[in-house]
């Protein structure tokens, strides 16, 4: 069975940093995606980042929402068994229960279909 635990959400002042890390486990085959996602209370939740590896050129893509673009990075270990999101210049806005999430078809949203428990995120201003 696949697991995603994610980690190291925490609460900081605005214009700080936090890096997300999750841990991948369990895979029987390699996911075609992995993406953060978040989900501040009634709100819908929302894709932050995606990156993917071409499996003939191990070429690695990716793509960020708008709002997170020039603030945060994803990135994976060499063993694509960690995720990472490097998250700076943090803004209230931010604030959500992050999500760690794996696809074996897309990077579309609605492809994802093994997701960890959360890990929250707090920027105070």
């Known amino acids: 069975q696949v697991q995603l635990v994610e980690s190291g959400g925490g609460s900081v002042q605005a214009g700080g940093s936090l890096r997300l890390s999750c841990a991948a486990s369990g895979y029987t085959s390699r996911p075609y995606c992995m993406g953060w996602f978040r989900q501040a209370p009634g709100k819908e939740r929302e894709g932050v980042a995606t990156?993917?590896?071409?499996?003939?050129?191990?070429?690695?893509?990716?793509i960020y929402a708008d709002s997170v673009k020039g603030r945060f990075t994803i990135s994976q270990d060499k063993s694509e068994n960690m995720l990472y999101l490097q998250m700076n210049s943090l803004k209230p806005g931010d604030t959500a229960m992050y999500y760690c999430a794996a696809s074996q078809i897309s990077c579309r949203f609605t492809d994802f279909g093994y997701w960890g428990q959360g890990t929250q995120v707090t920027v105070s201003s």
């Open positions: 990156i993917y590896t071409r499996t003939d050129t191990r070429t690695a893509y990716t």
